[in-house]
């Protein structure tokens, strides 16, 4: 399997494997967890060359955190760690949002715990605190990185204007947001934005939290605890089969390739830009070098093209959140 190349996340000297890997599903939330094999998982991205690895507080919350401490401890070096805070669950289970300085400073502090780390190599605010004007926030986490507690500074889900405020008090190296053939809102503002203030962008979900592979035709495909169909409506009812529609168009097209259909959405996600990072997720070592093919995959315009145009993005059936996930994301058009 060839080397991944490398690509830079801003302009302050981050520098990652053109791919990156996605924690979130090894602790739950997409069946049930195996943790020896999300560990061996982790430990062949990195001897890949995959060491940008995606955790965050809210995963669990805190067991992805753990799981994902554990496995880089004796392999440290080897990893650049990216975690999030802001998204806060109380007492009473539901979920809201944090971005009051004195939390910022206390969240990661636990989360150098879990991680058993000093640094974390880039602390993303995970959701805006509307509450909280953005250069609080961002300020808070300044501090961080002056006492060396965070090395690079990233937002997750913001808006163009957040972006540019945010930037303003200290340098932005990446903004992660979700990004793939089915979910492109990025393209009209984000992304132009962020190349004309030099910032990375990291693209999670590449694979439409596992709807581009191919591998979920009916209710029966998807394993115990899974919530996709309950918490995403494009995997829903009538917007899933109109979606596999689309879907098997995108699967005509990855066999003239001779690759997956997850495959030709990742290389289709890295000709984009560069300046652009997918982190497919995944929790078995299998799929994992699946993913990790992709990136020898050579896409011509005209290829791009038609992938473009098997999935437009205003034929997708289904916003890409419920209802209470959708009021944490800021607009981004």
């Not at 303003?168 to 990025?186: D, F, G, K, M, N």
């Not at 394993?223 to 005509?252: I, K, M, T």
Request: charged share 25%.
């Amino acid at each position: 399997m060839s080397a991944l190349e490398r690509r830079s996340l801003g302009a302050e000297g981050l520098v990652v494997g053109e791919l990156g890997l996605g924690c979130m599903g090894m602790t739950g939330l997409y069946g049930v967890p195996d943790e020896r094999e999300a560990i061996a998982t982790i430990h062949r991205a990195l001897e890949l060359g995959v060491d940008l690895l995606d955790t965050s507080d809210a995963y669990g919350p805190y067991a992805n955190e753990e799981l994902v401490g554990r496995a880089i401890a004796d392999r440290r070096a080897d990893a650049i760690v990216a975690t999030k805070f802001g998204i806060r669950y109380e007492p009473d289970g539901s979920m809201g949002v944090d971005g009051r300085p004195e939390y910022v400073r206390a969240a990661v502090e636990g989360s150098l715990g879990r991680l058993r780390i000093e640094t974390i190599d880039l602390l993303y605010q995970h959701r805006l605190d509307r509450r909280v004007p953005i250069e609080e926030t961002v300020g808070a986490m300044a501090e961080l990185v002056r006492e060396g507690k965070a090395r690079y500074l990233g937002l997750s889900e913001v808006g163009a204007e957040t972006i540019r405020r945010a930037h303003a008090v200290h340098p932005i190296s990446a903004v992660q947001s979700e990004y793939s053939l089915w979910t492109r809102e990025v393209e009209t503002d984000i992304l132009p934005t962020l190349r004309e203030l030099g910032i990375g962008f990291v693209a999670y979900s590449p694979l439409g939290r596992g709807f581009l592979t191919g591998r979920f035709r009916s209710a029966v495909d998807f394993a115990e605890g899974d919530v996709r169909q309950s918490r995403y409506p494009r995997f829903a009812g009538e917007n899933f089969a109109h979606n596999l529609e689309l879907l098997d168009r995108v699967a005509v097209l990855a066999a003239a390739k001779r690759a997956t259909p997850a495959q030709l959405a990742i290389a289709w996600v890295l000709a984009q830009g560069d300046d652009i990072v997918p982190i497919p997720g995944t929790k078995r070592v299998d799929r994992l070098e699946e993913n990790v093919a992709a990136a020898s995959i050579e896409l011509s315009p005209g290829e791009l093209d038609a992938l473009a145009a098997a999935m437009p993005p205003d034929a997708v059936a289904g916003e890409r959140y419920g209802e209470g996930m959708l009021r944490l994301v800021e607009r981004l058009r």
